[in-house]
């Protein structure tokens, strides 16, 4: 479980016109329970991956606490993986060896890792590509990789940033069905930020809709659909729609208040 | 590839043909026909003249190409790593960077003597900055995601450093070291002519004093050809190290 307390993040900024300080933060408060799949939504520059990498240990928070399982996070940890927008493939290295570094800094004896990376990118349907370079795949594919990566070292939680933001339309829906199908196979606490309502919505158990900067909860909404979901059916649940105008009115309400 | 090998080639008989024709009919010492410089590169081969004085010239460009190397890169490193030694050094690091280095051949003579020390230390002063500011650009220059992700997966500074930077920065630092190399070469034939002289540029002086100007453009275009081989062997080696950056590049 993961639990988001009170949490509150400043950056100091130096530029020409000297420092100056951004409230990323204020006051977020939500927990995540364990395998669970929430969404984090929010406008641009709501802090919304702030906040992911902060639950990843990457950047420290300025005041409140974030406990996974009642433990404190001061660092990243075994138990959890990124999976970053841009993917952050290593160009010089080829897929497979992508995969395997995450089991590398593990200290994971060559013969396993090449295993245990062969075993995820069967899982993500990479095989034919193990010894493609990054640059050599699609956007699509590259992300493929990068959740390889990520499920390689068996994390209990699975951070994402904006994982399917950088690919083509149809490529990010096939790529959503393909992660609830993995998610429902290996069953992981998984931290999703988006900000497609359409995704939120489809994937998550609960949906946290963030406010403008500096970045506050405005709600937790339930998505009330039942899984597995054929995406083609829940797009036409009507609650599917409900949800998804409700935090669409929801995400304008919170800009509108803001200015 | 094809069509470029095809066009230098052009090039260079076109350029060989108008120089024949100039020598000819402008029958000057000063600009001999080619088919005499090419008399004058046999005869200085076949008297045992050319290859031993190339051979230490290319001996003493090595010796202090490597130094360069080694100390350049780790300089580098230090530099594109750590803020502090950046500070520290980069004002003159740049300043001699873009100093003329033939003025520091005095000092260098007062320092080691007229010895291959001093030609050695020329050639390591030609060939060392470019390299190190190469390295630190391409330290600093490293995508702050890749090291973001590294850190995520639980990288310490070292693995950062190893897995990360030096990787990431290894084309910037081939780059210097191809350009390393040709300041080498400069370094090389002006210590030989400056210094004691010796090698190559010792050829050249001497060459050009007494108005043998047939051998002097032999031993010229002798070393730009060994240039053109000492850069393509650097070619070679950066290919290797970095295809994964050149087929991005040709993409």
Redesign the interface.
């Known amino acids: 479980m993961v639990e988001i307390q009170r949490v509150a993040k400043t950056f100091r900024t130096a530029g020409r016109n000297g420092t100056g300080e951004v409230k990323a933060l204020a006051d977020v408060s939500f927990s995540v329970r364990e395998n669970e799949f929430i969404s984090i939504i929010g406008p641009s520059g709501c802090g919304k991956t702030t906040l992911l990498k902060m639950i990843d240990g990457l950047i420290p928070y300025d005041s409140g606490n974030i406990l996974i399982d009642g433990k404190q996070v001061i660092a990243p940890g075994p138990d959890r993986a990124v999976v970053f927008q841009s993917f952050a493939l290593l160009p010089w290295r080829t897929v497979l060896a992508n995969v395997e570094f995450s089991l590398e800094l593990r200290q994971l004896p060559k013969e396993q890792r090449t295993k245990i990376a062969r075993d995820y990118l069967k899982r993500v349907g990479l095989t034919d590509f193990e010894s493609h370079y990054p640059h050599e795949l699609s956007g699509g594919m590259q992300q493929r990789a990068g959740l390889a990566r990520a499920l390689a070292v068996n994390p209990a939680i699975l951070l994402m940033d904006e994982p399917f933001g950088a690919v083509d339309a149809q490529t990010r829906q096939l790529l959503q069905e393909e992660l609830l199908e993995l998610w429902q196979r290996e069953r992981k606490t998984v931290v999703f930020i988006t900000h497609s309502m359409d995704e939120a919505v489809y994937l998550s158990d609960r949906v946290v809709v963030m406010t403008p900067r500096p970045g506050k909860v405005a709600e937790v909404l339930d998505v009330p659909l039942p899984r597995p979901r054929a995406a083609e059916d829940v797009r036409r649940d009507p609650k599917f729609v409900d949800l998804t105008n409700y935090i669409w009115d929801s995400l304008k309400k919170t800009m509108e208040n803001h200015h | 590839m094809k069509n470029r090998a095809g066009a230098n080639l052009v090039s260079i008989a076109s350029l060989a043909i108008l120089w024949e024709l100039a020598g000819r009919i402008l029958d000057s010492v000063l600009i001999p026909p080619l088919s005499k410089i090419g008399a004058a590169w046999w005869k200085l081969l076949a008297g045992g003249k050319l290859l031993p004085n190339l051979a230490a010239s290319l001996g003493t460009m090595a010796a202090g190409f490597v130094l360069a190397a080694l100390v350049g890169i780790v300089i580098g490193l230090l530099m594109g790593r750590f803020r502090a030694v950046e500070h520290f050094l980069d004002l003159y690091i740049n300043s001699l960077m873009s100093a003329p280095t033939t003025a520091f051949v005095p000092v260098l003579i007062l320092w080691f003597g007229l010895g291959v020390e001093s030609r050695i230390a020329v050639v390591f002063l030609f060939a060392v900055f470019v390299i190190v500011i190469n390295t630190m650009t391409g330290v600093k220059q490293v995508d702050s ?2 090291v ?8 310490k500074e070292r ?1 950062v450093f190893l ?2 930077m030096l ?2 920065a ?1 084309p910037a630092i081939m780059a210097g070291i191809r350009l390393g190399m040709g300041r080498a070469v400069k370094g090389m034939v002006t210590a030989e002519m400056l210094l004691t002289l010796t090698g190559v540029g010792g050829m050249i002086m001497q060459y050009g004093s007494s108005f043998a100007t047939d051998a002097l453009f032999a031993v010229i275009l002798t070393i730009l050809i060994v240039a053109m081989i000492t850069m393509r062997l650097v070619q070679t080696v950066d290919h290797r190290l ?1 295809g ?2 050149v ?2 590049a040709v ?1």
């Open positions: 995601v890749l973001e992700m590294a850190r995520s997966f639980g990288a693995e897995k990360i990787p990431a290894m970095t994964w950056k087929e991005v993409e």
